[in-house]
């Protein structure tokens, strides 16, 4: 917040005993005033009148900083809101009208899933979720590859494999595509088409086989990505930009700025102009485009579409591509910066320390329905983001399979099942419990106080994970709010039967623990959502580390 010209942090302490909220204003103000900050510190302690603004006490820690200590019923209020808001806790709508679209897996219809285009998935499916949660309008689109060298050797493959079934023995092409997938596709298509290509080497029997294989593989992306829970609002075709002309009139855009010319044959644009390593081929000497001019032709789509915000979710394998990009676009009058990319590593998967590899299916790693039916979509979706896009992704399949609170999705779905267990031993229903209808007051024991701290803490992380593009910093704040969760639930009850910690004999200390808890069942849930991971009612056994 800001006073004036100068800049202030309201923060919580790392440590619950030094308060609630942490201020650095009298450090800020020591400087413009040539004063010494504690003296700032403490003459701004007294005269601040405690009773009357929710505070308790205020203590001058260090060289200045001033911890402030809320009142109980200060405190707590945030539950109330809480309870009233439900589903709506930590929504924001302050950006009425501001679109942004965010494109992520843009799998190329070579073949199945794998664990990058999973880890995308994601990772793209929680950002757009956590933009949506924090005010912005989020347009989903997958921008499908449809055209070009890699579907061409696509169809030869297959083709390859389709002759095979009739006698014909051919060798699939350098760069071309194996695997059972190949074999399946082969078998389709000679079951939908017989004998009709066999002897057909035609120009249109190329595309007929060329557009089965990618019809049938784009269906079977479709019904992996939908199984997963990630849906988008468009599928964009690679392929259309040419049929409609938009490559064509890029290209002749592009030469109108003065940054185009042609050198032995092939047309360059001049991306060095704009910090770009090197220039690059737009059109090859025989006339083909590169990848590099329909990525600039879609992208000036985007733009064009009202799309002044872009973020693209992309492997870490496209990095080369994000200068080249912006440069050509910066060379077309967009904002430098545009688009925004998120790029991640890729996926390693180990069982017992090992690396495992081979998948008979895709002939290369295992495929993302494999992973998925294997540990559970919530499992996968979890793992995949619970670290910081540009890490390293080691996904082990031991601590997946592990039905217990080691694993930290586990641990906070248990968290929220025992939030349920509460009210069916209360024979009280969750949406029963009321904004209002409790003394919050009473909540005054450390651990309750830290609780409700963190979950006052959702909106802000949600903010910031939106700002940062980063889904990994919900699911660290829904591992630490579920230990925080756990001490609570096991506070001071030694007993089988922890639950009785909150189901007091008191009425009164009963009905506000009551609210605590569907506070915190409401904040787990509205978390977990926007991860795109359930959040059961019941787990189908204690976990084996039942502990805090």
């Known amino acids: 917040m800001g006073i004036g010209e100068v800049e202030i942090d309201l923060e919580r302490p790392r440590n619950p005993s030094h308060g609630d909220v942490t201020c650095n204003i009298a450090l800020v103000l020591s400087g413009k005033l040539g004063r010494p900050s504690r003296d700032i510190a403490v003459e701004i302690a007294a005269s601040i009148e405690k009773d009357t603004a929710g505070i308790a006490s205020i203590e001058v820690a260090g060289p200045g900083f001033l911890n402030f200590r809320l009142s109980a019923v200060t405190a707590a ?5 809480i309870v009233a808001k439900n589903e709506g806790f930590g929504r924001e709508d302050t950006r009425e009208g501001a679109h942004v679209m965010v494109e992520f897996v843009s799998a190329n219809p070579t073949g199945p899933l794998h664990l990058g285009h999973g880890r995308q998935a994601a990772l793209g499916d929680a950002l757009a979720s956590l933009l949506e949660w924090t005010g912005w309008q989020v347009h989903r689109e997958f921008y499908y590859n449809d055209a070009g060298t890699q579907i061409d050797k ?35 298509l000679a079951e939908e088409f017989g004998d009709q290509f066999v002897l057909d080497e035609s120009k249109k029997a190329v595309e007929q086989i060329r557009s089965f294989s990618v019809r049938c593989l784009r269906e079977e992306q ?21 049929d409609n002309g938009r490559v064509n009139s890029t290209l002749e855009a592009l030469k109108q700025t003065g940054f185009v010319y042609v050198h032995e044959g092939a047309t360059w644009l001049k991306t060095t102009a704009f910090g770009d390593q090197k220039d690059r081929v737009m059109v090859r000497k ?23 915000r872009v973020i693209n979710v992309q492997g870490s394998d496209h990095h080369g591509t994000v200068d080249r990009v912006r440069s050509g676009l910066q060379a077309l009058g967009l904002p430098k910066g545009y688009p925004e990319y998120v790029l ?4 390693r998967v180990v069982r017992d320390g090992s690396e495992v590899k081979f998948s008979k299916r895709a002939g290369t ?19 995949f983001q619970m670290r910081k896009p540009d890490a390293q992704m080691v996904f082990d399949l031991d601590a997946a399979l592990d039905y217990s609170d080691k694993n930290p999705m586990y ?24 904004s209002g209808s409790a003394d919050l007051s009473l909540l005054t024991e450390d651990y309750e106080r830290q609780l409700i701290n963190q979950l006052r803490d959702f909106p802000s992380v949600l903010t910031r994970a939106a700002e940062n593009c980063a889904p990994h ?20 009850n030694p007993s089988r039967n922890p639950s009785l910690a909150v189901l007091v004999d008191d009425s009164k200390i009963r009905g506000a623990r009551l609210v605590l808890a569907r506070s915190l069942q409401i904040v787990l849930q509205n978390g977990l959502a926007i991860l795109g991971i359930t959040a059961p009612k019941r787990m189908m056994q204690e976990p084996a580390n039942d502990g805090t």
Request: hydrophobic share 35%; net charge negative.
């Open 222 to 242: 479709d019904s992996d990505l939908d199984d997963f829970g990630v849906h988008f609002d468009e599928y964009y075709l690679e392929s259309s930009l040419h």
């Open 473 to 492: 910093i919900v699911c660290e704040y829904l591992e630490q709010t579920a230990s925080t969760a756990n001490t609570w639930y096991h506070a001071g």
């Open 365 to 383: 790693s295992i495929t993302l329905r494999e992973l998925y039916t294997e540990v559970g979509t919530d499992v996968t979706r979890y793992f």
């Open 411 to 434: 641990k906070i779905q248990y968290a929220h099942a025992r939030m349920h267990s509460i009210f069916a031993k209360a024979q009280v229903m969750p949406e029963e419990i009321e």
């Open 77 to 81: 209020s945030i539950l109330d809101e």
């Open 154 to 188: 696509l169809a030869q493959s297959v083709r390859v494999r389709y002759l095979a079934l009739f006698g014909r023995q051919e060798e699939i092409p350098e760069g071309g595509y194996h695997g059972e997938y190949i074999n399946e596709l082969a078998e389709s």
């Open 344 to 347: 991640h590593q890729m996926v």
């Open 286 to 308: 025989n006339g083909l485009p590169t990848y590099f001019l329909p990525d600039v032709a879609y992208h000036m789509h985007k733009w064009t579409r009202g799309y002044e």
